[in-house]
């Protein structure tokens, strides 16, 4: 609190940071309840580009196994995921990393255009 009586200033990123990670908090937790894991591979590769500083093509350097251990969800799961997001045209894959390519298409495909 000594903090930020010397810098008020301080105050207002520190509580818009806060609101922020009790936000993808929630999204995550709804996301755990209401997806399939398909779609949850989806909606999180979404939220990783739509974070702050994450700069579009960005590579992740996370294997399967990884990003299906971080989801809960199976490494099949994680390979089926992938496999239609390729199709979609939303990400391409290489050993250890996923890229995603086409923001576009992977938010569509969040939002149903899969179908």
Request: proline share 3%.
């Amino acid at each position: 609190m000594a903090f930020l009586e010397d810098h008020p200033e301080g105050y207002h990123p520190i509580i818009a940071h806060e609101f922020a990670l009790r936000r993808d908090i929630q999204e995550t937790f709804v996301d755990l309840v209401t997806s399939d894991g398909l779609e949850l591979v989806a909606r999180r590769l979404t939220r990783l580009m739509e974070f702050e500083g994450a700069e579009k093509n960005a590579a992740f350097r996370i294997s399967q196994f990884e990003l299906a251990k971080a989801l809960g969800v199976s490494p099949p799961t994680v390979q089926r995921a992938f496999r239609e997001l390729k199709k979609y045209g939303a990400i391409e894959t290489s050993y250890g990393q996923v890229t995603v390519r086409n923001v576009a298409r992977l938010r569509d495909f969040v939002s149903g255009g899969s179908d």
